[in-house]
């Protein structure tokens, strides 16, 4: 039914109301957050910003914030290993439900408001399951403030998510299901016209530093976190400019900057426009809000020695947008220092930067305040006894299930084992028409892609089969049915899509799910020898990833695609991943038979 709203003596004023939630980590979530709130106030909107980290129960809040600024300083290389298993590895479901343990505050406050907007991943994740569950009558929204899509940001219960890039909200979207838009980065009015020649020269008369200098800015976000000096001293010694570096509030940086001949060392400052502008090209090292304002300002940006996790995934996402550069080692920076400073390249990419500055996300936030939102309809309520009973006896004889049989698939490698983590791995899910066209058939063979075989009405024959096979395009099969908790109808399906390339001498068929698989399907796969796979990214109408990484595995979706666009979608990703300095294999060698 539609939502009433019921406001409290708090609310003031009659205009539409919009919760904001962001989070003090960093000044990427808060910036845009409060410049939502300026805009939101400025279109006589009623709205206000809570930091999620303290909506957590307990301590939680700052303990997690401490946490995680010691473990970047201190131990990097596990935030590392962290940010992968929370976006889509094993710890990603527990991630999700920590995340979601302040929704009872934001539950609370939300009844006084009309919409809710999250910058702040953990946001996302309480205000979509309250969505889900039918406990919030509003419309939930997530604002992906970086580049990188990972899988915190993403909740299916999500109304809408806005994005800083349309390849953000094309994963979005793939990921989740969930309507996903690109709006552009969101900065104050003072970061969106480009820089004058008079603010440069004011830039470096700040800076002592004449015109005719080759000014690199070296920024580390609000935190100043990272090998910055290292950085700063390569740069001078290289003779390629005079780095500058932004300290944020690190006055232990600030301190060892100063110390530096050829250096200069900035603190905290408001006047990053006019450093920006100064600037002939921005280094970073955190994929931050510091390379959205040189987008805006008109500075070339490049990523190097980048912060683990969201640091380093930004830059390649950034680089592969084609906005921004990166370099892998001191010598590449050096290179990308000369390519864009003060030149025709560095210009092009200024210009590709600015393009990302698409609309206001303001006008679709009070549309959705204004719009009837239906509730998911909730089931019954149980008692606190019968709760508790149930889950004493559920829990421990469900873990023990599903653990022995996650562990079993594990070892017997039904959970497809990569041979080699050097490699993307690829598939395109075909059909009967497309799989019997001499095109799309040479398109897979010769670009190392793996043709994914349904089973159902248009799906390929088992003659089709064989003679993909007889031509060199290797074979796996796909499972597309709605997600079960019924363990018997998951085993039909995954039987099914195996059966659909029963004509390859395999022991052990493959099957890819397109869908996110939980802990059942993956005790089914294993229970009746079958090899599933588990896609990170999943494309659909000649969509591109944001980002790659070594030994991931990508699908093509080509159901209702002509085979004229089966043949472009398979050379635009082939093209893709050849940029990305990475080989491209089948699906095939992902697998291993018994």
Request: with cysteine.
């Amino acid at each position: 039914m539609p939502r009433a709203r019921a406001r409290s003596a708090q609310a003031v004023g009659d205009g539409p109301s919009v919760l904001i939630i962001s989070a003090a980590m960093g000044a990427g979530h808060d910036g845009v957050a409060y410049e939502l709130e300026r805009r939101l106030h400025a279109r006589g909107a009623q709205a206000k910003v809570y930091d999620y980290l303290e909506m957590l129960p307990g301590r939680m809040g700052p303990f997690y914030r401490s946490f995680y600024a010691g473990q970047l300083k201190y131990a990097p290389s596990s935030y590392e290993w962290l940010y992968g298993k929370i976006d889509r590895g094993l710890l990603a479901p527990t991630a999700r439900w920590l995340g979601q343990m302040g929704k009872r505050k934001v539950r609370k406050i939300a009844r006084d408001y009309d919409v809710v907007i999250s910058t702040y991943p953990l946001g996302c994740q309480a205000t979509g399951a309250l969505r889900k569950k039918g406990q919030l009558a509003i419309p939930a929204v997530g604002f992906l403030t970086d580049v990188d899509v990972h899988g915190l940001w993403l909740h299916p219960g999500i109304d809408k998510n806005l994005t800083v890039w349309h390849g953000s909200a094309v994963e979005a979207a793939n990921r989740t299901g969930v309507p996903s838009q690109a709006v552009g980065p969101v900065l104050p009015d003072r970061f969106l016209d480009p820089a004058t020649p008079l603010e440069r020269r004011q830039g470096r008369e700040i800076m002592g530093l004449t015109e005719d200098e080759v000014v690199v800015l070296v920024v580390a976000g609000s935190w100043g976190v990272g090998d910055i000096g290292s950085t700063a001293r390569h740069l001078r010694d290289a003779g390629v400019g005079t780095p500058v570096v932004l300290c944020g509030r690190n006055d232990e940086l600030l301190r060892e900057m100063d110390a530096e001949d050829g250096i200069v060392g900035i603190g905290w400052t408001s006047e990053v426009r006019t450093l920006l502008a100064a600037a002939d090209v921005v280094v970073h090292n955190a994929g931050g809000l510091s390379c959205l304002e040189g987008f805006a300002i008109g500075v070339p940006v490049i990523g190097y020695a980048c912060l683990p996790g969201h640091g380093h995934r930004n830059s390649l996402a950034m680089k592969l947008a084609g906005v921004a550069a990166d370099a892998t080692t001191a010598e590449e920076l050096l290179t990308e220092v000369r390519r864009l400073a003060r030149t025709a390249e560095g210009a092009a990419m200024v210009q590709r930067a600015r393009d990302l500055f698409l609309s206001d996300p303001t006008d679709l936030l009070l549309e959705l305040a204004k719009a009837p939102v239906s509730m998911p309809v909730r089931s019954a309520t149980r008692t606190w006894a019968s709760r508790a009973a149930a889950v004493t006896v559920a829990v421990p004889v469900t873990m023990g299930a599903l653990s022995f049989g996650v562990a079993q698939a594990t070892v017997h490698a039904s959970l497809g084992v990569a041979e080699g983590k050097g490699a993307i791995y690829v598939a395109a899910v075909v059909d009967h028409t497309q799989v019997n066209d001499p095109t799309v058939v040479t398109a897979l063979r010769t670009s190392n892609v793996s043709a994914a075989i349904r089973h159902g009405a248009s799906a390929p024959t088992p003659t089709d089969v064989r003679a993909l096979l007889t031509s060199g395009v290797s074979v796996v099969g796909a499972e597309t049915g709605s997600r079960s908790r019924n363990p018997r109808r998951l085993r039909q399906s995954m039987n099914a899509a195996a059966a659909a390339v029963s004509a390859t001498d395999d022991t052990r068929p493959k099957v890819i799910c397109l869908r996110t698989p939980g802990l059942v399907e993956k005790v089914v796969a294993w229970d009746h020898h079958l090899q599933l796979a588990l896609p990170r990214l999943i494309l659909r109408n000649g969509a591109l990833p944001t980002s790659l990484h070594a030994g991931e595995e990508v699908v093509l979706d080509e159901r209702g695609r002509t085979p004229g666009q089966v043949r472009a979608d398979v050379a635009a990703l082939t093209a893709y991943v050849a940029d990305a300095h990475l080989p491209q294999q089948p699906m095939r060698a992902l697998w291993r038979t018994a």
